[in-house]
């Protein structure tokens, strides 16, 4: 244990530094707050970085338990007087823990494998939509998460809150060029099927969905053109009412659900 009072600390420079994107790629680093995602983290056997802890952690409920763990994991933490921890937290109310995490990073080729359920998200670029839908392809049993160019950073504060710890639980890729990979998929056998308005199959009849990826298109356009070109199949989700669509991570959880439903 160390103490740090001031924010001219260079380790604390770093963290805020964190909230950048472009930072946390140059330095392959990432951070979680809260005591049940770090709990989760630990429990997922990933060593952070550096741990930080606010002076008032053991006056929060779960804090003296999660202070507990760290200390039989002989894990190296830094304590912040509560106003500075405020400083580097991305939190109105932070309950005083932080975790700064290495990335780890997928290949194209780990991604797949003898029975794949993958879920491609194209240009999600709400932190919410991307957390929620992490969250549900990890809940379904999903084998992957796939990310195109113009996605959110999985590794936003916000997008991490979201998935709940799911981002531990399941692998994620970040395509450089998103069209050659589900090139790479169809070679593979993997059937690409895409959510469209313009679908000519209602989901629920969806068939063959024992090596499938399944594509999500962005909030506002949905799936680019080229990707819809070279889907093997383009769904639906009928609606009665007069809502023109469905939220993207609401669709993706149908989606998602459906395909877990026939896969069992």
Not at 133 to 162: H, M, Q, W
Request: proline share 3%; hydrophobic share 40%; glycine share 6%.
């Amino acid at each position: 244990m160390k103490y740090i009072s001031s924010n001219k600390n260079a380790f604390i420079k770093e963290v805020k530094s964190l909230k950048n994107r472009k930072y946390r790629e140059a330095k392959n680093m990432y951070f979680i707050e809260g005591i049940r995602f770090v709990q989760e983290a630990l429990k997922e056997n990933i060593k952070p970085y550096k741990i930080f802890i606010s002076e008032k952690l053991e006056g929060v409920k779960g804090g003296k338990e999660i202070l507990k763990t760290i200390n039989e994991k002989k894990l190296d933490y830094f304590v912040l007087p509560h106003k500075l921890f405020k400083e580097i937290s991305d939190t109105d109310n932070p309950q005083g823990i932080l975790a700064q995490i290495e990335m780890k990073k997928y290949s194209l080729e780990e991604m797949v494998n003898e029975n794949n359920f993958l879920v491609v998200l194209d240009a999600i670029q709400d932190p919410g939509n991307m957390g929620t839908i992490i969250r549900t392809a990890d809940a379904a049993g999903a084998t992957g998460v796939v990310l195109s160019e113009g996605c959110v950073d999985v590794y936003n504060p916000k997008v991490l809150r979201s998935t709940m710890g799911s981002v531990f639980h399941v692998p994620i890729y970040n395509s450089k060029d998103i069209l050659k990979d589900l090139k790479y998929f169809k070679e593979k056998k993997i059937m690409i099927c895409a959510s469209h308005l313009e679908g000519e199959t209602a989901y629920f009849y969806l068939e063959n969905v024992d090596n499938v990826a399944i594509v999500i298109g962005n909030e506002a356009r949905g799936i680019r053109d080229d990707i819809k070109d070279i889907s093997d199949v383009l769904v639906k989700i009928p609606m009665k009412g007069r809502a023109e669509s469905l939220n993207a991570s609401i669709a993706a959880g149908l989606l998602i659900f459906e395909i877990m439903r026939k896969r069992i």
